[in-house]
């Protein structure tokens, strides 16, 4: 899976002229991947997180508000959008 997405996720969308830009592009996806981007099996941790056992369940709690504050947003905003009427 992780490499599906490297894929297509990351590689199929920069420029690879030659080995060396493949191997920094896939560097760059790996590095990003474990400590930035924060994967759903591990609840919203990074592997570096739970490797270094940083993830803590305050930041479990404050991630738990901000995804209750994002689908709050999402609603307020749909709602003030008006659609126009659908003739079809």
């Known amino acids: 899976m992780l490499f599906h ?3 297509h ?3 199929f969308t920069i420029l690879l002229s030659n080995f060396d830009s493949l191997v920094k592009g896939a ?3 790996l590095t990003e991947s474990n400590t930035c981007i924060p ?3 591990l609840k919203g941790a990074t592997p570096e997180e739970i ?3 940083s993830w803590t369940e305050e930041k479990k709690m404050e991630l738990k508000e901000k995804i209750i504050e994002a689908r709050q947003l ?3 905003t749909n709602k003030a ?3 126009s009427p659908c003739f079809a």
Do not use: P
């Open 9 to 11: 996720r990351y590689l």
């Open 74 to 76: 999402r609603i307020e």
């Open 27 to 29: 560097d760059f996806y």
């Open 39 to 41: 994967h759903s099996a």
């Open 5 to 7: 997405r490297m894929k």
């Open 51 to 53: 490797i270094t056992g």
């Open 81 to 83: 959008v008006r659609s």
